[in-house]
């Protein structure tokens, strides 16, 4: 079954914790949160004081999303939160393998972000040591974007990979996701889906989630 991880970009931030326990209690998988730094995306979100209070509330595990330039920084910001992912944009980390290392010594499952226009070639000698691909189907920095389709087949693509070099290795994918999209997602091997607006913006946000656990 497809997991599914509400973005809580799109969650009403005045009341956030009521927000994230409705999630939790209508059976989100994970909780994705982007952070991101105004620089590597021209947007800004939440520093480790917000991101504290929201582990604080969840009763799922954090998928913590970077799109930001210094990722070393960050990833020693966030780390004691105790997130299960951590996710860095390949686009922007000179020394990737470094990083895995650094985050699986922490303790986090280590992940990496393709943009869009990014090739699944890129990962292929650090697939070994993912435990998650999440590729953007949309341009980074914003919710409520459209899906962009090309990014079906080249989830088709990745997973064949996948299933050769590392059969446990979670794709996700993030951006313009809602149940119109989901069933062609699963087809090409999707395991987890990040949606923010389909799910915050949905009358029964329980029914939203479910509708994706496909
Ligand atoms: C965009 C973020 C996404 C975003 C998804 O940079 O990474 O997680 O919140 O929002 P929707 O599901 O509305 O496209
Ligand atoms: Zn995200």
Do not use: W
């Amino acid at each position: 079954m497809i997991k599914v991880a509400p973005s809580i970009l799109s969650a009403d931030f005045g009341n956030l914790q009521r927000d994230v326990e409705e999630i939790c209690n209508a059976g989100c998988d994970f909780v994705h949160v982007d952070v991101m730094d105004g620089h590597f995306v021209p947007n800004l979100t939440i520093g480790p004081v917000v991101v504290s209070a929201v582990a604080s509330c969840a009763t799922k595990p954090l998928d913590i999303h970077l799109m930001v330039e210094n990722n070393t920084f960050f990833v020693d910001l966030f780390a004691p939160l105790k997130p299960e992912y951590i996710s860095f944009h390949i686009e922007e980390e000179k020394h990737p393998h470094r990083l895995i290392q650094k985050i699986r010594s922490l303790g986090i499952k280590p992940a990496i972000v393709l943009n869009p226009h990014t090739a699944p070639e890129s990962i292929e000698y650090l697939l070994k040591d993912l435990d998650m691909i999440l590729l953007m189907s949309v341009n980074p920095g914003f919710g409520g974007q459209s899906f962009i389709d090309s990014v079906i087949e080249k989830a088709s693509r990745l997973n064949k990979m996948r299933n050769s070099l590392n059969p446990n290795c979670l794709i996700e994918i993030d951006g313009g996701v809602s149940d119109k999209n989901i069933e062609q997602l699963k087809e090409v091997g999707v395991d987890v889906v990040v949606a923010g607006s389909y799910v915050f913006k949905h009358k029964n946000r329980q029914r939203a989630i479910e509708s994706l656990q496909i």
